[in-house]
């Protein structure tokens, strides 16, 4: 079992930037690719990116290419995924998420956060 806490999300306007950060517990972390997928209003859900233990995979989409960057601490067993250049279109709930292999099926992440919002202004 893991469990996943977000924290970060709020309000920006276009432009800025926001951090958001994801703790996560739990047994046997290290088997884990931890990561992020986001669901903007009345839009499907969206893989972002994943990490594993030992470094990359994430699989970031072209639309935050070169804006969005995850990283994992792997002391504290946190996930981070900084934002820069925010647009309004990345107003959405972001999950934190969990699973035992790399893919960018939203249905292969068996643990999920509770989600925090990010809203972009114009």
């Known amino acids: 079992q893991v469990h996943l806490v977000e924290s970060g999300g709020g309000l920006v306007q276009a432009g800025g930037s926001l951090r958001l950060s994801c703790a996560a517990s739990?047994?046997?972390?290290?088997?884990?690719?931890l990561g992020w997928i986001r669901q903007p209003p009345g839009k499907e859900r969206e893989f972002l990116g994943v990490?594993?233990?030992?470094?990359?995979?994430?699989g970031y989409p072209d639309s935050v290419l070169g804006r969005f960057t995850i990283s994992r601490d792997k002391d504290t067993e946190t996930v981070y995924l900084q934002m820069n250049s925010l647009k309004p279109e990345d107003t959405a709930v972001y999950y934190c998420?969990?699973?035992?292999?790399?893919?960018?099926?939203?249905?292969?992440?068996?643990?999920w956060g509770q989600g925090t919002q990010v809203t972009v202004s114009s």
């Open positions: 739990g047994r046997a972390l290290n088997t884990y690719w």
């Open positions: 998420v969990a699973g035992l292999m790399f893919s960018r099926s939203i249905d292969d992440y068996e643990f």
């Open positions: 990490q594993g233990w030992s470094g990359p995979g994430i």
